[in-house]
């Protein structure tokens, strides 16, 4: 049967196309006209074929072919039916997620007459979800969980930038920090802990006047990433708008490192690169320019930290990132350095040697997570790194009673190896609940050295 464009209307569970979403179908239908017949119920409504409808109307073609459902007042199980798992948006999955929850809810309102031999009972949503959607329960909980914590996300998704997964863990994981920030309000100390062993200085380390000219043994640091951590202040470093502004204001950080360490002294700075435009920002080795052509420093080592549980890319045009680099920048010539003869040492996993994770230049660890900070006031941190990246550069260039700076203190992860290793340490955060974190794992008799 025939009926005009006019009297037709888009069913309510339709996703509202725009024109832009029919340019296809306009050049079909144009050259070979309508093909096949919209699908409508007694309303009218077009229960299959809304895109069609709209290119119709767009070329302004008054009279189309339709075939008309006639099954009561409940068409959804039909619209499900009809629409299941073609190429949908985000939007449309999750609005047939909530049909079919609605369809199969038990309690007043269920129609136990919709049931067929393909869909046996209630219980069996999942399957009929996998059936509709073309996606499993759990894919769709995801998407829905992305939707309303970060609905700006479905645009890459449908995209093919990200899947739902990788989507759906990162928000995850931005919602856990998110909560465990919120927790614990920032602190503000008045006055530096000092204690035996250990200083800690709640301010920023540019200006680090309280540690004496030439004085400490080793500076070991892994400062924030650009924008690849959301610490609890926006406006620190890490968060700048370009690449130049945060290396100039990380070189600007470090200066006063090199007045504090020895001549036969020790620098190792861990950081990794990010993407900028689509394109890595190249920004460990604009750094490393600058503090060796701009300061005094010399490069003497690039270490590979290689890590054992990387983050799989979700891009397929992307590699995993399995690697980042810690340069060893000196003074002189005459800097302190001493192959290790693979000491016993007590890592966190129970590891009884160096050579269980060092081989020259390659350093081999999980990422670190939050396990080591339980237990603790403050049991969060953004980005804690591993103990076992800090062994080989202490253990390599210093003695017994020297002092190990970390002028990006964090979680006090350089500190708790200085500490177990019979090194004093100094720490600088700009973040107060830092410190107290680290104050309460320097002070735990688990992370002094073994008598």
Not at 176 to 190: F, G, Q, W, Y
Not at 399 to 422: Q, Y
Request: some cysteine.
């Amino acid at each position: 049967m025939k009926l005009e464009t006019k009297e037709l209307s888009i069913h309510p569970h339709s996703t509202n196309y725009k024109n832009e979403d029919v340019e296809d179908l306009l050049r079909s239908i144009d050259l070979f006209g309508q093909l096949q017949p919209l699908i409508i119920n007694t309303k009218k409504e077009v229960i299959k074929g809304n895109r069609r409808l709209l290119a119709c109307q767009i070329l302004k073609i008054k009279t189309v072919d339709v075939i008309m459902a006639d099954i009561g007042e409940n068409d959804t199980f039909l619209f499900l039916q009809l629409n299941k798992t073609k190429n949908l948006k985000s939007v449309d999955l999750l609005k047939y997620l909530e049909l079919i929850e609605k369809l199969y809810h038990k309690g007043q309102g269920f129609r136990s007459d919709l049931r067929t031999s393909t869909y046996m009972s209630r219980s069996d949503k999942n399957n009929e979800i996998k059936e509709m959607t073309g996606k499993s329960h759990e894919t769709m909980r995801k998407l829905k969980s992305v939707s309303e914590n970060a609905p700006h996300v479905l645009e890459d998704i449908d995209n093919g930038k990200i899947t739902i997964n990788r989507a759906y863990n990162k928000i995850k994981k931005s919602l856990k920090k998110k909560k465990a920030l919120s927790k614990t309000p920032i602190i503000n100390i008045d006055k530096s802990i000092i204690k035996n062993g250990y200083t800690l200085h709640n301010k920023s380390s540019e200006n680090m006047n309280e540690i004496e000219d030439c004085s400490v043994s080793l500076i070991f640091c892994s400062p924030p990433y650009f924008r690849r951590r959301k610490y609890s202040e926006e406006k620190g470093l890490g968060n700048e708008k370009t690449p130049l502004e945060f290396i100039n204001n990380l070189y600007n950080t470090l200066q006063d490192c090199y007045r504090v360490l020895k001549e036969d002294g020790s620098f190792y700075l861990n950081i990794a690169d990010t993407f900028v435009d689509g394109g890595l920002a190249m920004i460990p080795e604009q750094i490393l320019l600058k503090l060796t052509t701009e300061s005094k420093w010399k490069l003497r080592h690039k270490v590979v930290w290689k890590k054992t549980n990387p983050c799989v890319s979700s891009s397929p045009k992307t590699m995993t990132n399995g690697y980042e680099y810690i340069f060893h920048l000196v003074k002189s010539k005459k800097y302190k350095f001493s192959k290790l003869m693979v000491p016993s040492v007590n890592t966190e996993d129970g590891l009884k040697g160096m050579s269980d994770f060092v081989n020259d230049q390659i350093i081999e660890s999980a990422v670190s997570n939050q396990f080591a900070l339980q237990g603790y006031d403050i049991e969060y941190h953004p980005a804690p790194f591993p103990e076992k990246i800090v062994y080989f550069p202490i253990l390599s260039t210093t003695d017994i009673g020297d002092i190990v700076l970390d002028p990006f203190n964090g979680s006090g992860t350089t500190g708790v190896v200085a500490n177990k290793l019979g090194r004093k340490y100094i720490g600088y955060d700009t973040n107060g609940n830092y410190i107290i974190q680290s104050d309460q794992r320097l002070s735990d008799p688990k992370n002094k050295m073994a008598a």
